[in-house]
């Protein structure tokens, strides 16, 4: 059987298509397995919004320390503030991974620290508002070694 053109480039496009299979993100999950997993642990219906922020290395060495930095858009008045900020990490062996408390008029909805991460997964924060709102936002972090031994 002798190669044609045809064989040639049906091969190619198929060894391509493969490759990009293969070679693409594995965390373009839906934000439904986001929005299940809180609705599990909370009860209720969290809301993705930009109000809060979660920045993460989309990549880290060690799963031992990986820098995180948090913040909310709030005035921080008795009528609008935060009341608590919690972080998940679905693939830890203990799920929650922080949790932080705020006061109105008293403090700023930041916080920057190092977490440990098991295994390359979405990392999710989850915002509760003096108001009862729950704000989500999540970041994508691959860790090269399981942080949690």
């Not at 972080?87 to 006061?103: C, R, S």
């Not at 916080?111 to 999710?124: D, I, Y």
């Amino acid at each position: 059987m002798s190669l044609t053109r045809r064989h040639m480039l049906a091969s190619t496009i198929g060894t391509v298509a493969c490759a990009v299979a293969l070679l693409a993100p594995k965390h373009t999950r839906g934000t439904d397995e986001v929005e299940d997993f809180l609705f599990r642990i909370t009860g209720r219906k969290a809301t993705p919004s930009n109000r809060l922020r979660l920045v993460m290395p989309a990549e880290f060495s060690t799963g031992y320390t990986v820098p995180m930095s948090i913040s909310v858009d709030s005035p921080m008045t008795e009528g609008d503030h935060v009341k608590s900020v919690r972080v998940f990490a679905p693939k830890n062996p203990l799920v929650e991974v922080a949790q932080f408390h705020f006061v109105p008029g008293r403090s700023l909805p930041r916080v920057s620290t190092r977490v440990r991460l098991a295994a390359p997964q979405h990392v999710v924060a989850l915002a509760e508002m003096s108001n009862g709102n729950l704000l989500t936002a999540k970041a994508w972090v691959a860790v090269a070694t399981n942080g949690c031994l």
